[in-house]
């Protein structure tokens, strides 16, 4: 099966976000927050602890929705009612923790909620879903021993390969990454963000929250800094240096 993200794009946005206001009771989660994202570029969303990355982050996925505001997919306004429904127009989102099922192989965990079937028993036809996890990890080249390895028998990189794989295989506009390197070493670190840049040729928008400025400027075309639920701004990275980044961040000049 090919990449969802090898489909005809237009020229605006994949997301654009317009004046979101989160407010959690009498607390302001993210006040006034706009930014657009296009097919084939990653946004960088940075901020201390708290700063309102991870909210913003579940009000795309529709974990939570916008007090106020405006979420649009390809210039068309949404509203979803939960995360599956976000999932349905092609939103998805590799969370830190990874979401993966431990006892059960590469394969199910592709298709995991979605599995294929077939005949009139709705049988699960294991077969064809070995073989499509097969061909889109060797595409992203994700280093497993099989499309049947165990989950709890892989690395912490190779999880998150395959966490990545999976949304790569549903989503059809934009996949949002939360941190998906936090708990890794370097060399697997470097494999993971090989991935990601894979899936930028692949023409998918990325928004990815990530505290490594590191990895940030290696990977990003832009970076959006949040700081107490307020944004800051919107650098091109390649025109910004780490310490303009760390004062927007920290506010100190």
Known sequence: MALNATQETSTGPVLELANIHKA??????????????????IVALVGDNGAGKSTLIKMISGVHAPTSGTISLDGEAVAFADASVARAHGVEVV?????????????????????TVRGPLNLLDRKAMMRETQALVDELDVRIPSAKAIIRDLSGGQRQGV????????????ILLDEPTAALGVAETARVEEIVKILRERNIAILIISHSLDQVFRLSDRICVLRRGVQIGV???????????????????
């Open 24 to 41: 959690f009771g009498g607390v302001v989660a993210v006040e006034d927050f706009s930014l657009d994202l296009h097919a084939g570029e």
């Open 95 to 115: 969370y830190q923790d990874l979401a993966l099922a431990d006892q059960q192989p590469v394969y199910m965990n592709m298709f995991l909620g979605r599995e």
């Open 163 to 174: 966490a990545i794989a999976r949304a790569t295989h549903w989503a059809k506009k934009l």
């Open 235 to 253: 650098r091109e990275t390649a025109k910004s240096d780490k310490n303009e980044i760390v004062s927007m961040i920290t506010g100190v000049a």
